[in-house]
């Protein structure tokens, strides 16, 4: 399949960024999972906030402050039938998955936690979905437990029944890793820990690109996401809770917009969800973009998409295996997005760096989950990721820089 196939994304033109020239070379971006390319619909629609209805929300009675709540709030709903929600008052604008987590555990866990309490988190979670347990931990006596990987550096359900017990007050996982591509068995998990009564967090982030999202379906009590990997701006994030959490979460941080009363010295009363979560000036444009990105993305078609990037994953991990002393990491089976690898005697930042120099974009590094590369054995690797454009044309130059790398750094 490798040398025969040719295949060109139908959205390709629609990403401006993509023409780009990096050394004189036409950009080969394969760094979508750190941050997906910007259609022109989002720029567009952002330029034309800051160009014609530029306000800011919520406070004003004037005509173009109106528009831009209306606007925003518009965007709340959209966010809430993408990810199947039971309403837009359960969705939450937030700065990005970063901060979507650190709100669960500050608005709905700190309160609830007592010393000796556990947080269950996996191997495989970026550092964002591990360190603002631990902060909270740290600050409440309660205790990290870890799920580990199998052989197959996948999570599996026997392993979690062991490390559950009366105390655990919360299950955090990602939906798809951003290291390994594996897609985890959400539902199932949320299922076991269910008939015990623990919550479940998914980090949506490197999940919401790929395929249609259904927080119902899953049945998780919370579910975050970045616009930024969905095509949408970055500075812009997504919480969605679950309506009985909802009512229970205190106010994180305090500012302009969230209150219903300011009294001195005390007794401050707090507005409504989602709104009290939400201190201060929100991105608008940002928001904005976000809902420009899932009505692009709406349109091309979310089952269109991921049948494209399976044809693109295939070649991709088939042209990476002929390479000679490539190791690739991850289960062929359950692949989404990313594939991990690395060169027999090339260090990964070698790799990365001459690959540059051709205009091919891949990420190096421990990718902010240096527990899963420790897991793997390693202490850097290289990741390459698709998107809705990648291109087999983008592959074969990826393959090419990898056959120069073996024939010119020996
Ligand atoms: N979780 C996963 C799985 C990610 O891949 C990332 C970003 O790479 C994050 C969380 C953090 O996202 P952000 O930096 O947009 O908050």
Redesign the pocket.
């Known amino acids: 399949m490798a040398e025969l196939t040719v295949i060109k994304s139908p959205w390709f033109d629609d990403f401006p960024a993509l023409n780009t020239q990096v050394y004189e070379k036409r950009l080969r971006y394969l760094d979508t999972?750190?941050t997906a390319q910007t259609p022109n619909a989002v720029i567009d629609r952002m330029t034309r906030f800051y160009q014609n209805d530029y306000a800011s929300v919520h406070r004003g009675i004037h005509y173009l402050s109106a528009k831009a709540t209306e606007d925003m709030e518009h965007v709340r709903t959209q966010v809430s039938d993408f990810l199947g929600a039971e309403a837009s008052r359960n969705i939450m604008f937030t700065?990005?998955?970063?901060?979507a987590i650190n709100l669960v555990a500050n608005s709905y866990l700190r309160p609830l936690l007592s010393p000796g309490d556990e947080i269950i988190v996996t191997e495989m979670?970026?550092h964002?979905?591990l360190v603002p347990w631990q902060l909270l931990s740290e600050f409440c006596g309660a205790t990290i437990k870890v799920w580990q990987l199998n052989k197959n550096n996948e999570l599996d359900l026997n392993d979690i029944k062991d490390l559950i017990s009366r105390r655990t007050r919360l299950i955090s996982v990602?939906h798809?890793?951003?290291v390994l591509g594996t897609l985890n068995s959400i539902k199932e998990i949320v299922s076991y820990a269910h008939k015990r009564n623990i919550p479940v967090l998914v980090?949506g982030?490197?999940a919401v690109m790929h395929q249609k999202v259904n927080v119902a379906d899953l049945g998780c009590d919370f579910y975050v996401f970045?616009a930024?990997?969905l095509y949408g701006p970055t500075g812009t994030?997504i919480l969605y809770a679950k309506s009985r959490h909802l009512e229970r979460m205190v106010p994180w941080e305090g500012g302009g917009a969230m209150i219903d009363q300011v009294t001195l010295p005390m007794g401050t009363s707090y507005g409504q969800a989602p709104w009290r979560f939400e201190a201060g000036t929100p991105n608008i444009a940002g928001i904005l973009g976000l809902g420009a990105a899932i009505e692009y993305i709406e349109s091309a078609g979310l089952d269109k998409i991921a049948a494209y990037e399976n044809q693109m994953m295939e070649y991709l991990v088939e042209s990476l295996s002929q390479v000679n002393g490539i190791e690739i990491y991850g289960n062929d089976d359950n692949r989404i997005g990313v594939v991990a690898f690395n060169m027999k005697g090339h260090h990964s930042f070698d790799v990365g760096v001459f690959l540059d120099r051709y205009g091919i974009a891949i990420r190096t590094g421990h990718h902010?989950a240096m527990p899963l590369i420790k897991k793997l054995g390693q202490s850097s690797v290289c990741r390459a990721s698709i998107g809705m454009y990648t291109q087999s044309s983008d592959i074969d130059a990826l393959v090419q820089g990898l056959n120069r790398i073996n024939q010119l750094l020996r």
């Open positions: 999972a750190a700065k990005g998955t970063t901060e979670e970026h964002s979905n990602t798809l890793s951003n980090d982030a490197q970045s930024h990997k994030g902010c």
